[in-house]
């Protein structure tokens, strides 16, 4: 397997994709929120000072501008990741028997990062998993976007309906990855000088 030297672990455009996508995420998030909130579906809506817009025109002018960067830039992503060789190399191959005892090892504290070259089993599928998310956010925000147009999308989701609360979990789901990479990433600081500096 291709060696991935120590001088440059995240490339530029890896480290400018990450970056863009975390502020593109924060702002579909606090948007996504504003929009939920002017017809909530369930019965709590999100504090107001958390939330994009100001009201739930603005909220969707935001949701609809920033979803053209989240969705170019994941796609970017994708392609150079898979054309480069990149995807292999660092998210193949998985284990199941390894991604257990590691989550294991992570919830007592003693995972190892001794080489930040390569990304441990739960990494692998925290970042696998996150990325199937992002596509799931895409393809039913299409739904909820123009379900007239994309109607046999919707009608693989189940309906509009379904769309929504699709929307809404996978959602969910980017918040509480977040939580736990922030967490990770105070808990091995070295991994964001990484994703800043590259090295
Ligand atoms: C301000 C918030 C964020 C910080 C500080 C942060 C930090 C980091 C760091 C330090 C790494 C490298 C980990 C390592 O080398 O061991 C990383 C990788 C990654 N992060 Fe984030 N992250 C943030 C937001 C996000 C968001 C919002 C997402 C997804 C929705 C995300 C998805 C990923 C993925 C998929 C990788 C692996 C990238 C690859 O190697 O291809 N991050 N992040």
């Known amino acids: 397997m291709k060696q991935i030297s120590n001088k440059n672990i995240h ?9 863009t996508n975390a502020l593109a995420v924060i702002l579909m998030i606090l948007s996504g929120w504003r929009i939920y909130n002017a017809s909530p579906l369930f019965a709590f809506s999100f504090p107001k000072e958390y939330t994009l817009g100001g009201w739930l025109g603005g909220a969707l002018q935001w949701h ?5 960067l989240f969705g170019l830039n994941g796609l970017l992503y994708l ?7 990149r995807f292999r190399q660092r998210f193949w191959p998985l284990s199941m028997k390894r991604l257990v005892t590691e989550f294991i090892s992570a919830l007592k504290g003693r995972l190892d990062h001794h080489d930040l070259r390569r990304y441990n089993m739960v990494q692998k599928c925290a970042y696998l998993l996150v990325m199937a998310d992002g596509i799931l956010l895409v393809l039913s925000g299409l739904v909820l976007w123009k379900s007239v147009q994309f109607a046999v999308l919707r009608e693989l989701f189940g309906g509009y309906d379904n769309a929504r609360l699709i929307h809404f979990c996978a959602m969910a789901f980017l918040c509480i990855f977040i939580l736990v990479h922030l967490a990770m990433v105070l808990l091995v600081p070295k991994t964001l000088q990484l994703m ?3 090295r």
Request: glycine content about 8%; proline content about 4%.
């Open 196 to 198: 800043i500096r590259g």
């Open 11 to 19: 490339p530029l455009w890896l480290r400018i994709n990450h970056w």
């Open 64 to 68: 609809f501008a920033v979803m053209w």
């Open 79 to 85: 392609i150079i990741n898979i054309i480069s060789g």
